[in-house]
């Protein structure tokens, strides 16, 4: 998506440690009209798939999942929380994920009741780096018997390999900005 790569070639800004900072329209302050021209780009990619629910991860995930549902008929959308300990009361499904910004593992939960076999499962995230978030997310689907029919991400920062690995598992996945690599002492970003 055109408009995305300019915009992150105007707004953002290379860290130090291959972090990319978005701040300015997805991370922090939210662009909702470019949100809605994402959401109609995944709409018309994910086309015929019969996506029944929209699933993502707090907290920079929830608001481009929400307004991406608009275009997919208003389905709803679900997501996983990040807990502080894991309540083993049987009423959620628990995962864990490793952090790449934070460089943590953290445990992952959805309700039971929001998430269950039958469900057609579009995942929307912000980032997608090593792929560690989205196999988490995966994982509390395929607990809940949901089945994975497409993942929608923002940007994939390519080079370090999470959405190749889970292209070659067979998941479809359509990132709208693809970074081939980037420089923090020069601040290039280039794209695929
Ligand atoms: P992964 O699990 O694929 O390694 O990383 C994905 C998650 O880490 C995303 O949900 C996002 O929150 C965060 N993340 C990874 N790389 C970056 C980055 O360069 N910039 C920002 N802002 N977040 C990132």
């Known amino acids: 998506m055109r408009e995305l790569e300019e915009r992150i070639k105007r707004d953002g800004i290379v860290k130090a440690g291959n972090v990319l900072k978005v701040d300015a329209f997805l991370n922090h302050q939210c662009d909702v009209a470019l949100f809605d021209r994402m959401g109609a780009e995944w709409a018309r990619e994910f086309d015929g798939l019969g996506v029944n629910k929209i699933m993502t991860i707090e907290a920079s995930g929830i608001g481009i ?24 009361d049987g009423e959620q499904y628990c995962s864990t994920i490793y952090s790449f910004t934070k460089q943590r593992e953290y445990p992952v939960i959805v309700g039971k009741r929001f998430l ?17 978030a989205l196999e988490g997310l ?16 923002a940007i994939e920062k390519a080079h370090q390999g999470g959405g ?12 709208l900005a693809r970074i081939a690599g980037m420089d923090d002492g020069s601040g290039e970003i280039e794209f695929l």
């Not at 269950?116 to 912000?126: A, E, K, T, W, Y």
């Not at 995966?138 to 991400?153: K, S, T």
């Open 116 to 132: 269950g076999s039958g469900d057609r499962i579009l995942i929307i995230d912000d980032f997608l780096a090593n792929g560690c």
């Open 65 to 88: 999942a929400c307004v991406a549902a608009r275009h997919f008929g208003d389905v709803p959308v679900v997501f996983a929380k990040k807990a502080q300990s894991v309540n083993l």
């Open 164 to 175: 190749d690995r889970l292209r070659a598992k067979g998941y479809r996945v359509e990132s």
């Open 138 to 153: 995966i994982d509390l689907c395929g607990q809940a018997g949901a089945e994975v029919v497409g993942i929608g991400i």
